[in-house]
């Protein structure tokens, strides 16, 4: 798992999870452990307005 620096909106806690949770056999993270760890106490979940549903339904 990649962990670049990136806009604080991407780096969640929920993300990181993800990540984790997903990973089958093993898992290597790779990444700064700053970024880990901001990730690790990042609570924001921002709703994201992606328009997906305006998309599918107007398809």
Known sequence: MC???AAPMLL???LLYTG????KELLI???GANTVNYMI???DSEK???GLK??????
Not at 54 to 59: F, H, Q
Request: no cysteine; aromatic share 4%; hydrophobic share 30%.
């Open 3 to 5: 962990l670049p620096k």
């Open 12 to 14: 969640t806690r929920n």
């Open 20 to 23: 984790i949770t997903r990973a």
């Open 29 to 31: 993270v790779i990444g």
């Open 41 to 43: 106490q990042n609570l």
């Open 48 to 50: 994201r307005n992606t």
């Open 54 to 59: 305006y998309k599918l339904e107007n398809m």
